[in-house]
């Protein structure tokens, strides 16, 4: 109930923004600009939008994920492999062309394992954590046109632990893995830089638990494409590094006396006490701006439909095998 409720305030709350809004008219420089696809929860378009952001993501999960844990007694943990599907829907609702609320993780997620352990990897089902925050445009020229982006998001620790959101899982067992955690701050910048038709977007960010349990990450991702008519193919990089491994996990390395070295990359945050190192994941894709002359409570708008296909280009992909992320933007500026 608390969270319809907080679901139903969260939704007011952007109607009322986006109709409210008192910017100056819409730059078609900026207008000409699309959002990043692959990497949605963390990768932020620098530009003051207006959206509603549905998202569908198939994630594959590496093979070897998992794989070299073993028990005290000599056992072998199985690599769980199978997939994940999360459906989604972002919001973002700007104040003014430098100022904007975004709403960008929440959903629904089901987690297919090929091989299930009781109680820790089981085939489920469950609610993702809720991500919110602002950001602020620094920097705006039309002329060149190119603009930067400075934001600050909050990730409560609301999700379900049977897909491995807020507590990770509870063992059926005297190991205790479902401690929520105090969430995760997330500072970021992100930049765009047009020229002709081609555009190039910028993001940096640091994941920050706010308690020891969750892992810290640092995160970078680059986005280029080229505007062909209605139709733009792009490249997108994606770099997630673990900068210090949180202790929700450290049951684990005692129970199976193994280090846990591996991380959930840019959705699931494990808190694995012994992950180190980074993933870097190449997207190839393209958008198709379906919709571009759309008159949304007096703004120009228009409606976009986005796909990559991304897998890791590094030797390490901890559960990263591969992934397709689609979308649909219905955006204004």
């Given amino acids: 109930m608390i969270k319809v409720k907080f679901v139903a305030i969260t939704g007011l709350v952007f109607l009322a923004a986006w109709t409210a809004r008192v910017a100056a ?45 073993q028990t005290k007694t000599g ?16 919001l973002r609702a ?16 089901w987690h297919n394992p090929q091989h299930e352990f009781a109680g ?55 190991i205790n893995l479902s401690k929520q955690g105090a969430g995760v701050l997330n500072p970021f910048v992100s930049g765009g830089y047009g020229f002709g038709d081609l555009h190039a977007l910028l993001y940096i960010g640091g994941r920050v638990a706010m ?32 900068l210090h491994g949180g202790s929700r996990m450290g049951p684990v390395e005692k129970a199976f006396g193994a280090k846990m070295t591996q991380e959930g990359f840019d959705f699931f945050n494990l808190g694995a006490p012994s992950a180190e190192g980074g993933v870097v994941t190449m997207a190839f894709g393209g958008r198709w701006r379906i919709l571009n002359d759309l008159d949304l409570f007096g703004r120009k708008g228009g409606l976009d439909l986005g796909c990559t296909y991304e897998l890791p280009v590094t030797s390490r992909a901890d559960l990263f095998g591969w992934r397709v992320t689609t979308d649909l933007v219905l955006w204004a500026l």
């Fill in 211 to 242: 308690d020891s349990l969750d892992s810290n990450f640092f995160d970078l991702s680059l986005h280029v494409d080229y505007k062909i008519q209605q139709f733009y193919p792009l490249i997108e990089l994606n770099w997630v590094q673990v």
């Fill in 75 to 90: 056992g072998a943990f199985r690599a769980p492999g199978g997939d994940a599907h999360v459906v989604a829907v972002q």
């Fill in 120 to 174: 820790v990897i089981d085939q489920d089902s469950g609610w993702a954590n809720i991500a919110a925050g602002l950001k602020y445009t620094l920097f705006r020229d039309v002329a060149i046109p190119a603009l930067a982006t400075v934001g600050l998001r909050y990730e409560a620790p609301t999700g379900d632990k049977q897909v491995f959101q807020g507590p990770v899982f509870s063992l059926k067992t005297p």
């Fill in 25 to 69: 008219a819409a730059d078609d420089a900026f207008a000409d600009f699309i959002s990043p696809v692959s990497n949605p929860t963390n990768f932020e378009d620098p530009r003051a939008t207006s959206e509603v952001r549905p998202i569908y993501v198939y994630h594959k999960i590496d093979g070897n994920f998992l794989k070299g844990l």
């Fill in 94 to 109: 700007a104040i003014t062309d430098r100022l904007a609320i975004i709403a960008t993780k929440d959903g629904y997620v």
